[in-house]
């Protein structure tokens, strides 16, 4: 959007070299993010960073809330976590678009579906964020007096999660799931754009900047 709003205001200076060397920039950014090769160069740093753990020494999972495929996916891989260790599952997401329908509720219905106790099912329904999620997870582990959780989501979103829980002072085990990073095998039509790969970059760049945002925040509070 930035780069738009440049190509704009150069073209209404009648600046035409300085528009043609924007939209050629622009379209060259669009056409990275858009294609394997550019996707992987951004999301590789943060999707591997974290290894899946086997047999990980845990007492309790936290699965963060996602919304939709996201948070199924987290769900899943907790699950076959669970069938080897059957700790509790603290399930996060509140309501945060006011649908009258808490993350937390469907993620605690599907469990039981899996056939999980609901004694096994804790339930942290008032967050709206990731922050919120691991704030209000702190209370569920200290009122059941859980000391060591793993901490399931997406593997693109695991590095930000746990400087989130590092900053909160949770001793979590990262557990990553939904890896897109495949390794940097190519064919030739990796050249070609594709959205979905183009939804992927978006959401490291989103990543990317929330860990900013963190680093920043941490350094604000150390000097006021």
Known sequence: MILLFLVLKAALSNRRRGCI???????SVIYFL????GRDLLIQ???TKYSAIQNPRIDSLIVLGGGGDASLQRLYAAYKIYRKNPVPIIVCGG???GKDTNDSAVMAAVLESWQVPRSKIIQENRSRNTQENLEFAKDCLRKNKLQKPGLVTDAIHMP????IAQ????PAVPLPCDQKYEGNVYVWYDI???TGYLKDSFAGLKEYTGM?????LVYLQKIL
Do not use: G, H, M, W
């Not at 060397?21 to 379209?27: D, G, N, S």
């Not at 900013?212 to 920043?216: A, Q």
């Open 21 to 27: 060397f924007l939209l050629i920039l622009t379209c």
């Open 34 to 37: 858009s294609v394997k090769p």
């Open 45 to 47: 740093p943060l999707e």
């Open 95 to 97: 309501d945060p678009l």
């Open 160 to 163: 930000r999660a746990i400087q």
């Open 167 to 170: 900053n909160l002072k949770i």
């Open 192 to 194: 070609f754009p594709n």
């Open 212 to 216: 900013f945002y963190l680093v920043c």
